[in-house]
């Protein structure tokens, strides 16, 4: 059974850091995606930050120079260092995976396309 198990959210205030990581467990084959995803209330999932097994990576255009997505194959975990925050980047944050590709912008602005999700981190950021 694949689980992904995200941690490292909290609250900090605006220009601070946080670092989140997401465990994943259960796979029988590592997946080719893995993405960072938020979701602010009364807002729709969207996407932040994907990164392929071969090391491409993607993030919205809010986040750019702010976050970076890093995996860690040996450890089957995932991170996002997110860096200068703001109040706007105030959601829950979501891991998810993709068994196959693409792992880019299409990804990015379809969460639905994801095979699996952790269960989330909330991180708040205030003024």
């Known amino acids: 059974q694949v689980q992904l198990v995200e941690s490292g959210g909290g609250s900090v205030q605006a220009g601070g850091s946080l670092r989140l990581s997401c465990a994943a467990s259960g796979y029988t084959s590592s997946p080719a995606c893995m993405g960072w995803f938020r979701q602010a209330p009364g807002k729709e999932r969207e996407g932040v930050a994907t990164?392929?097994?071969?090391?491409?990576?993607a993030y919205t255009d809010s986040v750019k120079g702010r976050f970076t997505i890093s995996k860690d194959n040996a450890k089957n975990t995932g991170y996002l260092q997110m860096d200068s925050l703001k109040p706007e980047d105030t959601a829950m944050y979501y891991c998810?995976?993709?068994?196959?590709?693409?792992?880019?912008?299409?990804?990015?602005?379809?969460?639905?396309?994801?095979?699996?999700w952790g269960q989330g981190t909330q991180v708040t950021v205030s003024s």
């Open positions: 998810a995976t993709k068994s196959s590709g693409p792992c880019g912008p299409s990804w990015l602005g379809s969460p639905r396309r994801s095979d699996y």
């Open positions: 990164a392929h097994f071969g090391g491409t990576t």
